[in-house]
């Protein structure tokens, strides 16, 4: 099987997982990027008020999601975009259970995504003092990218897998989880998490 996966990440509006304002996609096939995406979400009713926390971390105000497409409204598109793949985040846990409480809010069904995490394969990867997205993609040759702009982490963490699957020599990411002693997880219950961006 060829190396495969759509990365996957989110920004959330607060600290409910259910907040995500803002989503970035990259598909990759064959261990090259294909097609990206990345557009801004009005996040679920209830989960939609900004806080000042987040906004720092992410730059995205309340007024810049007031024409963007909702949850409800962007979700087959997003879905579509990923279509059967592996989704890749950098700590997965986070992206996936955006995912998960977003639709759980708006009373969609969440296609049951497997997953693996690129914060575990650059910590099985490589020798750094941090693992932070901006350190393990530098490590990876991708440096130099706007953080937390979520077109932008998706591709770093692309990256990361990319070339974490060169250097082990594995063909696709099942492969890549076996040489690393990791796993590609598969749909879980929801796990109550608190949000950061």
């Known amino acids: 099987m ?3 996966f759509t990365a996957i990440d989110f920004e959330t509006a607060n600290s409910s997982p259910a907040s995500a ?3 970035g996609l990259v598909r990759v096939r064959g261990g090259e990027v294909v097609a990206t995406a990345g557009w801004l979400i009005q996040p679920p009713p209830g989960h939609d008020e900004f806080q000042e926390w987040n ?3 992410h730059g995205i105000q309340p007024q810049d999601v007031l024409s963007a497409a909702t949850w409800v409204e962007q979700f087959d598109r997003l879905c579509a975009f990923a279509g059967a793949d592996v989704l890749v985040a950098h700590n997965a846990g986070f992206d996936l259970n955006v995912l998960r409480r977003a639709a759980e809010a708006t009373d969609m069904s969440c296609p049951p995504y497997r997953s693996l995490c690129s914060l575990q394969v650059a910590r099985k990867t490589y020798q750094l003092d941090s693992y932070r997205l901006p350190v ?3 490590a990876a040759g991708f440096a130099e990218f706007s953080h937390h702009d ?3 982490d998706a591709r770093a963490c692309a990256q990361i ?3 974490a699957a060169r250097r082990h020599g594995a063909t696709d990411v099942f492969a890549l989880a076996d040489a690393l002693s990791l796993r590609v997880t598969s749909p879980a219950a929801p796990a109550l998490e608190r949000a950061v961006a």
Request: aromatic share 0%.
């Open 55 to 57: 906004v720092r971390i």
């Open 21 to 23: 304002c803002s989503v």
């Open 150 to 152: 979520a077109l932008a």
């Open 2 to 4: 060829p190396l495969d």
């Open 161 to 163: 897998v990319i070339d």
């Open 136 to 138: 393990a993609a530098a």
